[in-house]
Every structure is written in structure tokens, then in C-alpha cells.
């Protein structure tokens, strides 16, 4: 996955990261579960606030 996979990363934090409350994640801790998720393998460094709140919101729309 890459950053611009927003859905299927939010898909997956969602299925690695069950009750956990999406819109309490501060960007940090969400950028270091993205980066961390086993189908992931972008650039760290590519990522940015708007790339951080595209997959949030995504993660908010699946649990809801």
C-alpha cells in the first residue's frame, strides 16, 4: 500500500486497531500505524496532514 491507497489504509487500521476510536488519534501515533501495517511500503517521509486526515476521515466513514 501507499499513501494514496486512503481506503484500503483505513480499511486496514480499522481491522488492526478494533474500538479504537479514529478521531482520537493524534498524526503522529496515526502516521507510525500506517507505516507499521504489513502491507505497507511507501516513503515515510511522503506522507503529509492532508494525506493524515484523508485516511482518518476514510477510517471515521468505516466505523461508522
Known amino acids: ?12 487500521l480499522a481491522e488492526v ?5 479514529p478521531t482520537r488519534i493524534n498524526f503522529v501515533d496515526l502516521a ?4 507499521a501495517l504489513p502491507d505497507f511500503s511507501d516513503d ?3 506522507c ?3 494525506v493524515l486526515e484523508a485516511i482518518q476521515q476514510a477510517w ?3 466505523v461508522d
Request: hydrophobic letters at 35%; a negative charge; aromatic letters at 6%.
Open 32 to 35: 507510525n500505524w500506517i507505516i
Open 48 to 50: 503529509g496532514e492532508k
Open 44 to 46: 515515510p517521509k511522503h
Open 1 to 12: 500500500m501507499k499513501w494514496t491507497d486512503v481506503n484500503e489504509i483505513a480499511i486496514e
Open 60 to 62: 471515521i466513514d468505516e
Open 17 to 21: 486497531h478494533p474500538g479504537q476510536d
